[in-house]
């Protein structure tokens, strides 16, 4: 079974802090993927990665960047956290043309 | 730019009865997914549609796809409670191959009572 795992299911930050979310995926997988879910707004792609050091901007990619060192590794940055970021973060990865397969998401709070 | 439009986002069922969720897009594409995602959890796939006039079946559940008319459906056949979920469909960005970037509609909330 594929496993993608995000580093924390919940997480409380303050305005103004750097904000790393990190997620992990085990099946060599070239595409990865970060999106935010809001209720009423559905899923919006913030940033997606189709190679190691390769990125491509989403839809809502403003206040936030991204990191590919590792095949498997894809981490998300909030470089300088609002509360207007506070949402649900799913991180998802895929072969090419494939189903997404997400992991549990983390629940950030800006406070 | 592509978009893609669910209806309805509510739907409220009797066990026993169908219904049927609609996926319009805006633009060609050839690549529709369906997920499920229940309550505190993540989304899980259920159908890949890759071609105009594909028909995917598991259980309670049909999805089918008119590239033509841009539209894909979930039908939901005899709906029990554990079906209660909310459904999203995924439109590949990318006509003619596949980069893997989806866009997704905002969600149809299904909910089944006895």
């Known amino acids: 079974d594929v496993k993608v795992t995000q580093s924390s299911r919940y997480l409380v930050k303050r305005t103004g802090e750097k904000v790393f979310l990190e997620c992990v995926q085990d099946m060599d997988h070239e595409n990865m993927f970060w999106y935010r879910q809001d209720p009423g707004l559905g899923l919006r792609l913030i940033y997606f990665s189709y190679d190691v050091k390769m990125k491509e901007k989403g839809d809502i990619p403003e206040g936030y960047s991204v990191s590919r060192e590792k095949k498997e590794r894809f981490s998300l940055i909030l470089e300088s956290a609002s509360t207007n970021q506070t949402s649900m973060y799913l991180c998802?990865?895929?072969?090419?043309?494939?189903?997404?397969?997400f992991g549990d998401g983390t629940r950030l709070s800006i406070l | 730019e592509l978009k893609v439009e669910q209806n309805p986002l509510f739907l409220s069922m009797q066990e026993g009865k169908n219904y049927t969720i609609y996926c319009n897009y805006s633009t060609t594409s050839d690549r529709l997914y369906w997920y499920r995602q229940d309550p505190g959890k993540s989304l899980e796939s259920l159908f890949v549609?890759?071609?105009?006039?594909a028909v995917k079946q598991e259980g309670r559940l049909m999805a089918s796809l008119d590239t033509k008319a841009r539209l894909s459906t979930l039908h939901i056949t005899a709906a029990v409670h554990d079906l209660s979920a909310t459904y999203f469909c995924?439109?590949?960005?990318?006509?003619?191959?596949?980069?893997?970037?989806?866009?997704f509609g905002k969600g149809t909330k299904l909910s089944v009572k006895p």
């Open positions: 549609l890759l071609s105009n006039g």
């Open positions: 995924a439109v590949d960005t990318k006509y003619g191959g596949s980069q893997g970037n989806l866009i």
């Open positions: 998802a990865s895929s072969p090419l043309g494939q189903p997404q397969h």
